[in-house]
């Protein structure tokens, strides 16, 4: 291991994004890029308002610093992961930049997070194509799988780059999805600016040369409120949020008609509902080995599974695939605003870039609400106040979104109720597996969902 990786193993244990949670990183570097900065000016940023996740202030900044992007695999992981890690070097500590330290190598330099050094984040709105007089940035400060540079400083359009962690070969459909809905004029998703590619060859994969996104830029929307907080105030306050999730419904359906106009839909064949089937009982098994309150539920969740053989399926489209109130932004008009259309961060690239069916996202969306109440419960200070939290809350949404949907989709929910539970168990079982390995606390909730969605109650209702 040469000192670089070194520095970087420690650090990525402590970073918000390194998915291999509570496994110590085997990094070892696939890639190594120099860039060459293209601005010529001194920087004049001032620090950010965001203390915690401000910039450092790089008015100490030293003449012979270098930005370095590497992506490097964990072999810790299985398949092992692809991670991307820009990083500027420098020969002295920045007034302000202790927290960014990576650590210090082998000939005395030291290498901090690119995301907060404005050497770095300068360069990359440049090679995102985007123009913008004024580069001061700040660092999303919320919990997140990426890393989300803010640059809205000054009277321009501010901006917002994403930079992916977790790289892969081919398209990142968070790239490729928005571009697509972006082109053809939906409001629904921020306006897309501009995206950065990499090439690089890894000894891990089978290609002699790889391609992948790394990066993007798109429209930040000041003064948007993000749907999982409002939901949760919702409930706090005891509030009907049929209304709210109606309209929800109506955008998610807008989205999945744009999906079908701009790219590739067909029907669902035979093979590929027994590549569904066969795929949910996987992942099914899976879980049950991470997650052993699975055992005594799988027969009845298999037999939701092997329903859903008989059932009639929408036709295939490309979809959000992570969806949920995380994942929506609400503007002060009351419209909503989808973002994040990666997939879910545990499933293979493949299978998040492939035509899917819509039911997925409504499904997760449903699973969503759920969780407001569970994690409302999961939190509450005492017990008087769990008992105080009421499940009507997540019924309601639950009835308003689907209407909405309905309303204004092509697809007929009401033909699809089997189908739809089937999804959404599978989707719960993934939260099983995604909440045994990053909050163990908040296990309950997607296991209480499961123990719904199999009951004898739920069952009557789809006879
Ligand atoms: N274009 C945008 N305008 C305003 N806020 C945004 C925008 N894009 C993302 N955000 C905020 O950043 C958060 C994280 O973005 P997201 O794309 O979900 O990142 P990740 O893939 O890392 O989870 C969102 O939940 C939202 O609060
Ligand atoms: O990091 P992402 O936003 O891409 O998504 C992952 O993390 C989510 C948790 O932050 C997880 O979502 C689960 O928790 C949400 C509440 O925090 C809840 O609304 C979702 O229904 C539930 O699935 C998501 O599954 C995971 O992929």
Redesign the pocket.
Known sequence: MDSTTECLTDWMTRQRWYAGKGRIPQLVEVFREEWQAHATTPYDGAPSSEPESSTADPSSADDDARIIVLLVRDLANNPPSLYHVPMVERSTIPKGAGPYLIGRTDDDRYLFDGAFDPLYTTELLHRLSVTRADTRSRVHGG???NTSIIYDQGSEAAVVAKIFRLVHTGENPDVTLQTALTSAGYRSVPRMLGYLSGAWHDPYEHEERSVGHLAFAQEFIPGVQDG?QIALQSSADGEDFTAHAERLGRTTAEVHTGLAACLPTREATLGDIVGFVAGWHQRLAIATSDVPELRALRPAIEAVYDSAQDAPWPKLQRIHG?Y????VLRRPSGEWLLV?F?G???RPLLERTRADSPLRDVA?ML??FD?VVG?RRNTAADEAARDAVDPEWARAARAGFLDGYIAESEVDLRAHRQLLDAFELD?AV??AM?EARNRPAWLPIPLAGIRYLVSEERLAARR
């Open positions: 919990e997140q799988s999982w992570d949920h109130l995380g994942q994040d990666e879910e961060p545990l997760g699973r969503s969780y994690a989707k993934y939260e995604y």
